[in-house]
């Protein structure tokens, strides 16, 4: 293989994307800016190799890689021009860090001598995002040696290697480049390469370029692996009180995970209490027996003392249910963390233990050495409690919701459960959608994969982050509340970029519904204006604007026809209008009759 050479940065910008693309990148993002003429260009010649993306908003952009990292695994490379723009990758930087989402952001930078001198568009970007990334450091100036390129492979290597174990996260490289930027001669002599050969004055004037041979230097470069390791010894986990939380998580292999979960609860007798952003739920021939209902539930004072539990095992990360995590403090049984990273997942902290294994590992680490349930599971009565309870508390829910005509909002959770194409991606924002899916998604046995961005739990870059998700996708859906759609309206900018289909389940309470379940919901003012903060917005117009199309729902028939097909191209908005104070006044008066 040979590739064009005019000047040191066009060099220097092939060897980097060149690695990258060796050690498995398909996709990179790209904000508008002169400083990164270079990565640029190179990328751009890399495709189609690397799907390569424009987007001109940095926030939105890096919330899009984000979101395209959560549905392949992979690292996305983000790239930015000098100046306040990479400033902007900051939020999804955070979210990447707190959800374990690998992310490789390359900010192209003034060289040195031009920094501190007010030359424009230059700022300390060194270390720009404090303690956030895996790692973070600044590249070389590109010089044209051998052992210097050398260093730019190795160092892209273990970048990349960085951004995904031991616990994936962001990387940032800042790379500074000196003129010229864009791929025209540049004077230097390129002879001393070895492994060049340089044009001759004919050639030159054929339009032949200077080549650079890169079979021997990039052969030793392959994707990375990283081996699995198993638990020092088998814990204690038996209890005939005992109970696995499938929490949070958007494992990349979701039938195996769920797989794995109900492995582990059939070995030691436990009922499994799924979170709604948990696949768990939606692989109910996996786990017939599962919990769903344990919000409502702890709800009964009578319920939350008879089912306290001795042993916690916890799969994933802690859900969002308040009445959970108030019944496990006041309880403080022992907790087993299953999860192979690093991280500290107990922030009720009880007495917990962490297994640094994923639950597939484990799992496998227990059928190994154990054939059958251990002897002091055989008392079933608390694990058929669980169960009793859950069926009162689902058919209950069931009933209610099936008879709901009002647009009450937690009823779009229900019916997505109910009504979505199997298999569909489904990103569902923070705030009030979380926790409704939380309260009413019901179980089945769709597969639906559900995504969110609960690292950070904030209603940055959602938009932008569904679409990454969407992005050469089955046709999937996000369900938001409007102030999290219009935080993030940049994101329709990439319309033209984006292939595949979303459909977006707007809520639109004109405001915050989830500040009206605080108590600083009674103390008016300033709770309107300085907490729901109405924007009122026509979203049919702002639809318009962005050449979205826009469907106002107006039945509960309606919404179901239009969730089952969907179309497979284009974006769209399904707007569904509700009344926040008297969403939450339907919670808070029927959310704990459940389960009585």
């Avoid at 031991?166 to 390469?193: E, M, Q, S, Y």
């Avoid at 990375?224 to 696995?244: D, E, Q, T, V």
């Avoid at 679409?467 to 993030?488: E, F, R």
Wanted: charged share 20%; glycine share 6%; with cysteine.
């Amino acid at each position: 293989m040979a590739i064009a050479l005019r000047n040191i940065n066009e060099l220097w910008a092939f060897v980097l994307t060149e690695t990258l693309k060796r050690l498995g990148l398909n996709c990179v993002v790209i904000c508008p800016g002169s400083r990164s003429t270079p990565l640029v260009v190179a990328f751009a010649q890399q495709a189609p190799d690397i799907e390569v993306i424009s987007i001109l908003d940095e926030r939105s952009a890096a919330f899009f890689a984000l979101g395209r990292a959560k549905t392949t695994g992979k690292p996305v490379v983000l790239v930015c021009t000098s100046g306040t723009a990479g400033a902007n990758f900051y939020p999804a930087v955070i979210e990447a860090k707190e959800s374990c989402i690998p992310l490789l952001l390359l900010t192209a930078d003034r060289p040195q001598e031009l920094r501190g001198c007010h030359s424009g568009q230059t700022i300390d970007q060194v270390k720009l995002y404090g303690n956030y990334p895996n790692w973070q450091t600044e590249l070389a100036l590109p010089v044209a040696e051998i052992e210097m390129l050398a260093y730019l492979r190795q160092t892209l290597i273990y970048a990349w290697e960085r951004a995904i174990a031991p616990v994936a996260g962001a990387v940032h490289l800042n790379i500074p480049f000196r003129d010229p930027l864009a791929p025209i001669a540049d004077g230097i002599d390129l002879t001393k390469l070895r492994f060049l050969r340089i044009a001759t004055l004919r050639e030159r004037e054929e339009r032949t370029l200077t080549q650079l041979e890169t079979t021997d230097f990039f052969s030793h470069i392959i994707p990375p692996s990283f081996l699995s390791f198993s638990p020092p010894i088998l814990p204690p986990f038996s209890s005939p009180r005992g109970i696995i939380i499938a929490g949070i998580a958007q494992p990349q292999h979701p039938q195996e995970y769920c797989l794995a979960i109900s492995k582990l609860a059939k070995f030691l007798g436990f009922p499994v209490l799924a979170e709604g952003l948990s696949p768990v739920r939606n692989y109910t021939h996996l786990n017939p027996d599962l919990i769903s209902t344990y919000d409502s539930i702890l709800r009964n004072p009578q319920l939350a003392e008879e089912l306290a539990p001795e042993v916690v095992i916890l799969v994933g990360e802690m859900p969002t249910s308040k009445e959970l995590r108030t019944w496990l403090q006041k309880n403080q049984p022992q907790m087993w963390v299953i999860d192979r990273s690093d991280r500290n997942l107990d922030s009720l902290h009880l007495k917990t233990n962490h297994l640094r294994v994923s639950v597939n590992e484990l799992t496998e680490k227990l059928t190994e050495k154990l054939t059958e349930k251990h002897p002091s599971n055989e008392d079933c009565s608390y694990f058929q409690t669980w169960c009793r309870a859950d069926a009162i508390a689902r058919k209950n829910i069931d009933k209610t919701l099936q008879t709901t005509n009002d647009f009450f909002e937690g009823k779009v959770a229900w019916l997505l459960s109910q009504f979505l194409p199997s298999k569909t991606p489904l990103f569902i924002a923070n705030s009030m959608p979380v926790r409704d899916v939380e309260f009413f998604w019901k179980p089945n046995n769709a597969q639906i994969q559900p995504f969110c961005n609960r690292g950070a739990n904030g209603i940055d870059g959602t938009l932008s982050t569904a679409l990454g998700m969407a992005h050469h996708n089955k046709p999937s859906v996000m369900l938001t509340g409007d102030l999290a759609l219009l935080h993030d309206t940049n994101g329709f900018l990439i319309r033209n970029k984006f292939v595949g289909h979303l459909t977006i389940i707007l809520i639109n309470n004109n405001g915050g519904g989830i500040f009206e379940m605080l108590p600083i919901a009674q103390f008016e003012p300033p709770f309107e204006e300085f907490f729901a903060t109405p924007q009122d917005i026509d979203f049919a117009q702002l639809s318009t604007t962005y050449g979205v199309e826009h469907q106002l729902i107006t039945s509960w028939q309606e919404l179901e026809d239009k969730l089952n097909p969907l179309p497979t191209n284009g974006i769209r908005i399904l707007e569904i209008r509700t009344n926040r104070k008297l969403d939450a006044k339907w919670r808070k008066e029927n959310l704990g009759k459940f389960a009585i």
